[in-house]
């Protein structure tokens, strides 16, 4: 393989300089000028000199680098081998880490090793500036399938490549990555050791499934008996013990890599000892709350039919709980627990859980004056009246908005509340974090924010979560200061929002830094600001106003319902 041309505009050469090749003394770079745009490619083939047979070993592999500082993003590499048609078979793309050496390894079908004419590398990335790159290719070998990527390996190339083809398509949606063998927390470590997706968007939640019959298929066809039993057998203490052992495998992977994970399915039997399979799924439902990660209990759709063994709900519509629903339908809101402590480059200042009961009327005497907010004046669109003595409550660690119309003092208004947890002196710049829910409530809207401690709207103002209407997907947004008297421009100017609507518990996180704002959904990065110099830079003060929306119009009297937040945070900014 000593012999290599370039494609496209590449220039080939030989490098010796250290830091550039990975084996021996040497390596060959392979230098192009890349244009502005996504996709942008690098290739070097072996023209046809190096016509290769299987006879010795009918795997390839070889170690690129991208250095560090390298113009470009998502940069990418594969191997391929041209067919005896001429045509180019690719192996799978690896992700590249600019600075870090990456194997590249492909294993070409027979019928593209019958009569292959050449070898070549490809490079790829996204260009957001043009310029000249360089890139290094060393220890191109052929051998056997020794040391060939595994199926989980090859399941992780797999997942990768279509995390990668979606970014691609300029799509910032949250993306799910289920793991290999139906991604079985049982067995996640063993196929995953570390966190295997790069994802420019950092919106990427790892999915596992977890089911504690004997094999973990779900399908339960033993005894609760039977199976403590077989649990017992296999050297733990119960069936409960061994539920939370696996479990626990994926819960504390995600922990210790700090990635965020979902358990997309969890589910257990509706029939026989229902007390004792409750018991396990309670355990396990204490795991997932204690490490913040949230799941999806199986099943709770109509896709079975009412007789299924794992359905949560039965009845036409599903409305009618099996025993397996008190369990999930307990911890609703606290799949992610309150952070306690500081963060990196944050200093907590607000932590709280809402532990302590507070009767209508009786959050300010509880929490104090300013969780009681405005009072007895006018929402933002005129039709509803702050009222948050007819409002707010606290039960089971929940502050509750109830939302409803009302007559006080002769008079019949929407009445709704918009409570400032820290004062109304505000502070400049820090990380807001609320855990909240809303039902699906026409005519009204939330807006928890930061305004001008100045009360001059043109000052600013940073809202996150907002919606217009409750119950529907949320978004943030921040409006550039200066802008209101030519039209109250806000940053960024196309909404982006939440992948779900609200009427789940979800976190939403501000983050206010210098010429900064980012918005994060379930801890993963929603949306940022553009615009560095109209972001504001003065004091603003939380407040986490629910009122009647400025777009529908007044509320059907009717109209009631509930905002629940389960905890909230903030942390001043200390870098």
């Given at each position: ?191 995953h ?50 539920a ?61 039919g ?34 306690v ?19 209508l ?45 009302e ?6 208004r ?12 505000g ?42 209407v ?50 994060f ?49 903030a942390y001043?900014?200390?870098?």
């Open positions: 393989m000593a012999t290599w041309v370039e494609e496209t505009g590449a220039t080939v050469a030989t490098s010796t300089t250290a830091g550039t090749f990975h084996d021996g003394t040497g390596s060959l770079r392979v230098t192009k000028s890349l244009t502005v745009g996504t996709g942008r490619t690098i290739r070097v083939n072996t023209g046809l000199s190096e016509t290769l047979t299987a006879d010795n070993g009918n795997a390839l592999a070889a170690w690129v680098l991208v250095p560090s500082g390298a113009a470009g993003t998502n940069w990418q590499a594969r191997l391929e081998m041209q067919n005896a048609a001429s045509a180019w078979q690719a192996g799978s793309n690896t992700a590249l880490t600019p600075g870090t050496w990456a194997e590249l390894r492909y294993t070409p079908t027979d019928a593209t090793w019958a009569g292959n004419r050449s070898i070549g590398v490809q490079f790829s990335c996204d260009q957001a500036s043009a310029g000249s790159v360089s890139v290094y290719i060393d220890t191109v070998r052929q051998g056997t399938i020794t040391g060939a990527l595994s199926p989980a390996a090859q399941w992780e190339q797999a997942t990768q490549a279509a995390v990668a083809a979606i970014r691609g398509n300029s799509d910032t949606a949250v993306i799910y990555v289920p793991g290999y063998q139906f991604s079985g927390a049982q067995n996640w470590v063993t196929n050791p570390v966190p295997w997706i790069t994802d420019a968007q950092g919106r990427t939640i790892y999915e596992a499934h977890y089911y504690f019959d004997r094999d973990n298929s779900g399908d339960y066809p033993d005894t609760y008996t039977a199976e403590n039993t077989d649990a017992v057998g296999r050297g733990f203490a119960s069936l409960t013990s061994r939370v052992t696996e479990l626990s495998r994926f819960t504390n992977w995600c922990t210790a890599n700090a990635v965020a994970g979902h358990v997309a399915e969890l589910g257990w039997p509706n029939t026989g000892d229902t007390t004792n399979w409750n018991a396990v799924g309670e355990a396990l439902y204490d795991v997932l709350d204690a490490a913040g990660i949230g799941s999806s209990q199986w099943a709770a759709g109509s896709g079975y009412t007789s299924y063994n794992l359905s949560a709900y039965t009845g036409s519509p599903l409305s009618t709980p099996t025993t397996v629903a008190d369990v999930p339908e307990s911890h609703l809101a606290n799949a992610e627990a309150m952070p402590g500081n963060l990196p480059g944050w200093t907590q200042v607000l932590a709280e859980n809402f532990n302590t009961p507070a009767a009327g009786q959050v300010g005497t509880v929490y104090g004056t300013n969780m009681r907010g405005y009072d007895a004046v006018n929402d933002s669109s005129g039709n509803g009246t702050y009222t948050p003595d007819r409002v707010l409550t606290v039960a089971n660690s929940i502050l509750d908005w109830h939302v409803h119309t007559t006080v003092s002769s008079v019949s929407p009445r709704v509340a918009a409570p400032i947890p820290m004062g109304y002196g502070q400049t710049y820090g990380r807001f974090s609320v855990r909240f829910r809303s039902d699906a409530i026409p005519g009204y809207k939330m807006a928890f924010l930061l305004w001008p401690a100045s009360n001059v709207w043109n000052d600013g103002e940073i809202d996150g979560p907002e919606s217009q409750l119950g529907g997907p949320v978004y943030g947004a921040s409006l550039k200061v200066g802008s209101v008297p030519t039209g109250a421009v806000f940053d960024p100017a196309t909404a982006v929002f939440s992948p779900q609507d609200t009427q789940g518990w979800h976190t939403f996180t501000t983050e206010w830094t210098p010429g900064s704002v980012k918005w959904w379930d801890g993963a990065l929603l949306s940022q600001t553009i615009d560095a110099s109209k972001v504001p830079a003065i004091p603003m003060r939380w407040t986490l106003q629910v009122e009647t929306s400025l777009i529908t119009g007044p509320p059907d009297p009717g109209a009631a319902g509930h905002v629940q937040v389960d905890w909230i945070t001043t900014y200390t870098p």
